[in-house]
């Protein structure tokens, strides 16, 4: 059983930010990256889809963590964390409302999401990239919180990706 199945993960999305179950995540995301491209399936294959669920909610985090630190690197790992999940995740289409976090955070750094998906292709497989590069492409409205339910709240060190039920 992967560390990211564990049941500290139980409301992930909703703990404190930073929390140290972050650095589980980070610790995963670290060694797909350094793996050759047979170990980075390996991993893949090893996630299962409560694991992929941590990980897109990560994707969520690191976006809010994005615009909390000004930096757009909790984006790239963001991006890394949901090409993971999108292979395993039962339904793919719950990393929509994460990938309408991140591209909000990207613009919030004055940046793009297409720009750090780019730099992060060479990292994840070709099919995800195309599937990330896709939403990229869409309407505005199409990829707005609001479309995806979602809300921002806080600014600085306390902001936040809200439901906006």
């Known amino acids: 059983m992967s560390k990211l199945d564990d049941r500290r993960f139980n409301g992930y999305l909703k703990i404190r930010l930073p929390h140290e179950l972050d650095s589980v995540v ?15 399936q390996e991993l893949v294959g090893s996630v299962s889809p409560r ?13 809010a ?4 630190s000004g930096s757009e690197k909790p984006l790239e790992r963001a ?3 949901i090409a993971i999940a999108e292979q395993r995740l039962l339904d793919p289409r719950e990393n929509l409302i994460v990938l309408a976090a991140m591209n909000h955070s ?10 750090i998906v780019a730099r992060m292709a060479g990292t994840i497989p070709p099919r995800i ?7 990229c492409q869409r309407d505005e409205h199409d ?4 479309s995806m339910g979602l809300g921002a709240s806080g600014s600085g060190g306390t902001f936040l990706y809200v439901s906006a039920s």
């Open 26 to 40: 980070d610790s995963f995301i670290d060694a797909y990256q350094s793996a050759t491209r047979k170990g980075r």
């Open 79 to 81: 991006v890394v964390a």
């Open 143 to 146: 990829k707005s919180l609001k």
């Open 129 to 135: 990239t195309a599937g990330l590069e896709e939403f």
């Open 106 to 115: 990207a613009e919030l750094l004055n940046s793009s999401l297409p720009q």
């Open 51 to 63: 694991a992929a669920a941590v990980l897109s909610s990560f994707g969520q985090r690191m976006a």
């Open 65 to 68: 963590q994005a615009v909390r």
